[in-house]
């Protein structure tokens, strides 16, 4: 099983390369990707370096072109895909079907990934990828238990990515307009979800106020540890009860899960975190590497350690993790 | 320019499910779509009585009934229903998951390509078009001039005529879905011990910021808009643009009166001043969703 690990620029591109991961995901300097962010990202000179990097070593690199092409601005997301294929790219993470469709018919021969963001959770859908554009592999939305994820590894004729740590998505993703309805802008449209410009920090009489797009997400007391607004994330009032109405700031870990989805034939997991600093991405590539590898070593006998899961989640969201929509009573 | 009634998104007993229909059946509504598109745990109506249904409303009237399917299918057994549905023999089918647009291009069957289907392009269009798509349903958080360029690419292409543009128009919007039960969670259950808690809300819950501002409205597995998204005053631009249909969804018997309202805007429009603070037409008009231009 593979461990692919993200990368917002060269460094923590090495950084994953030399921590053990199998694979880099990067993505363009623009709107072509999911994490569309300032001082993020791979211009043309840096994405072929990071091939360089990446294939010196054995290694593959993924390049994600995963939102959603603009009426008009097609053009863009193709000149995305010549460039990844151009510095020799072992695989296209693509969301959009007309782009999915350019990719296929101009580099038949280039692996293309189904991203996350199509939202691909079952097996019919997963059929119409095959049928439609012959894709090799298919990244599952977080939104499957794991006994779902399982009976859909038996039978899809396509192999099956899933993520395995980081930022928690609760909703499927590529089905989210919650951000655009709050801001105007959306991981489909533009690349990012609760975008940090609309962020606004206050200290009040309350307490610290964070807000984004003028919409008050949560408000914090003295002793309690604030979290970026992501709008899903926040404490609203649902009948005088207040509370977070969605999820609570927390982050994904399945380490737990590493035998089960190894036995399922899962072909590779993925670590969430594009925006993340190098330091973040050898923490995680490392810990992750550590667990698959005693695995491998001893399979009857792995147990998680403890120093893994405190490692991991010092790096999450609200110091917590959750094994999500996998554990059914999450959902 | 048509108006559609969009499937009712959330979870009504059965005999309400039935009246509703009926009101349906006697509005004005051109096009009537019905459906469970949210949850499959909601078996009030079962797929037998939804095409029951659709059978009665469709009985002596001249208005196009069309079958609404689910949008996040996770388990073999949701499929076995979602086939059951498009392969209904008698109904056009509304496509919210590719699974259905799959099943549909297998049954060589045309079929509308819902607002969760992601087709945001030119490319997009015409890849569905292959599959066997004839009506779009351009997804909401998309903008007039996004629609504009989309459509003047499509004439320019020479595909136009192969598809109907429908437009939501008016009612909460759908705005994301979730492996997650937001309702249940309010009552504090689990989802696979929801007590179809969801019955209990004709018209979802409502999430409030702690300002009381009106955020988003729980619906299941479903967030929807806390504000009724309103193109009212948008009509005449809709239908300048050639877009064919108009979706009035189907959040209450207020859609019948909405339904009246939006056509006769058609005839002789006249700006109504949104309230700002229960209605919206933000992504029409490229900004927040939750706005008002």
């Known amino acids: 099983m593979e461990l692919l690990c993200p990368a917002g620029n060269l460094p923590a591109l090495k950084t994953a390369i030399d921590n053990g991961a199998d694979a880099v995901y990067i993505g363009l300097k623009d709107d072509t990707n999911a994490r569309h962010f300032a001082g993020l990202n791979f211009n043309d000179g840096k994405l072929a370096k990071a091939a360089d990097y990446v294939h010196q070593r054995g290694k593959k690199l993924h390049v994600a072109i995963n939102t959603f092409a603009h009426a008009g601005g097609e053009e863009r997301w193709q000149k995305a895909v010549d460039n990844a294929v151009a510095i020799g790219t072992d695989a296209l993470i693509i969301a959009d079907l007309g782009v999915l469709d350019y990719a296929a018919t101009k580099y038949p021969d280039v692996e293309r990934h189904v991203s996350v963001q199509a939202s691909t959770t079952n097996l019919e859908a997963i059929k119409f990828f095959k049928n439609n554009f012959d894709v090799q592999r298919v990244v599952l939305p977080r939104v499957l238990s794991v006994q779902q994820v399982r009976q859909l590894a038996k039978s899809s004729p396509v192999p099956l990515e899933v993520f395995a740590f980081g930022s928690l998505c609760i909703m499927a993703e590529g089905r989210c307009y919650l951000s655009s309805y709050m801001t105007g802008e959306s991981p489909n449209t533009v690349g990012a979800c609760s975008p940090a410009k609309y962020v606004r920090w206050q200290e009040t009489d309350k307490g610290l106020e964070s807000r984004l797009n003028g919409v008050l997400i949560d408000r914090y007391q003295e002793d309690e540890n604030a979290g970026y607004p992501t709008l899903c994330k926040g404490r609203f009032e649902v009948d005088n009860n207040v509370y977070h109405a969605l999820e609570e700031p927390t982050s994904l870990n399945t380490l737990e899960l590493i035998p089960d989805l190894i036995a399922m034939g899962i072909v590779s997991v993925k670590i969430e975190g594009r925006q993340r600093s190098p330091a973040y991405v050898e923490q995680v590539a490392k810990t992750w590497r550590m667990a698959l590898d005693r695995y491998q070593q001893n399979p009857e006998n792995f147990a998680v350690e403890g120093a893994w899961m405190n490692t991991l989640a010092n790096l999450s969201e609200g110091s917590q993790t959750t094994l999500g929509a996998y554990h059914r009573k999450w959902q | ?293």
């Open chain 2, 1 to 293: 320019m048509k108006f559609s009634l969009g499937p009712s998104l959330f979870f009504w007993p059965k005999n309400e499910v039935v009246d509703f229909y009926q009101q349906a059946k006697e509005s004005s509504a051109d096009i009537i779509y019905l459906g469970e598109t949210v949850c499959s745990k909601r078996r009030e109506l079962r797929a037998k009585d939804w095409l029951g249904l659709a059978q009665d409303v469709a009985k002596d009237t001249k208005k196009q009934v069309v079958v609404s399917t689910m949008t996040l299918l996770e388990s073999p057994a949701e499929i076995q229903v979602l086939k059951r549905l498009c392969d209904n023999g008698e109904f056009l089918v509304e496509a919210n998951d590719l699974s259905a647009v799959q099943i549909m291009h297998e049954l060589k069957m045309p079929f509308v390509a819902g607002p969760a289907i992601n087709c945001y392009n030119l490319s997009t269009l015409k890849v569905l078009l292959k599959q066997g798509m004839t009506r779009w349903l351009m997804p909401v958080e998309l903008s007039g001039d996004w629609l504009k360029i989309l459509l003047d690419q499509a004439t320019e292409a020479g595909i136009r005529q192969q598809f109907e543009c429908e437009v939501f128009s008016w009612g909460y919007l759908p705005l994301a879905y979730s492996a997650r039960c937001f309702t249940a969670r309010s009552e504090d259950k689990a989802k696979d011990d929801c007590e179809y808690c969801c019955i209990k809300y004709p018209e979802g819950r409502r999430m409030n910021s702690r300002e009381g501002e009106r955020v988003f409205v729980l619906n299941g597995i479903q967030t929807l808009s806390g504000y009724q998204y309103n193109l009212i005053n948008e009509m005449p631009a809709l239908d300048a643009m050639g877009v064919d249909i108009a979706r009035i969804s189907a959040d209450s018997t207020a859609a019948f009166t909405q339904l009246d309202n939006f056509r006769e805007q058609l005839v002789n429009p006249t700006r109504k001043e949104l309230d700002g603070i229960s209605e919206c037409n933000g992504f029409w008009h490229k900004i927040a969703g939750m706005s008002v231009a």
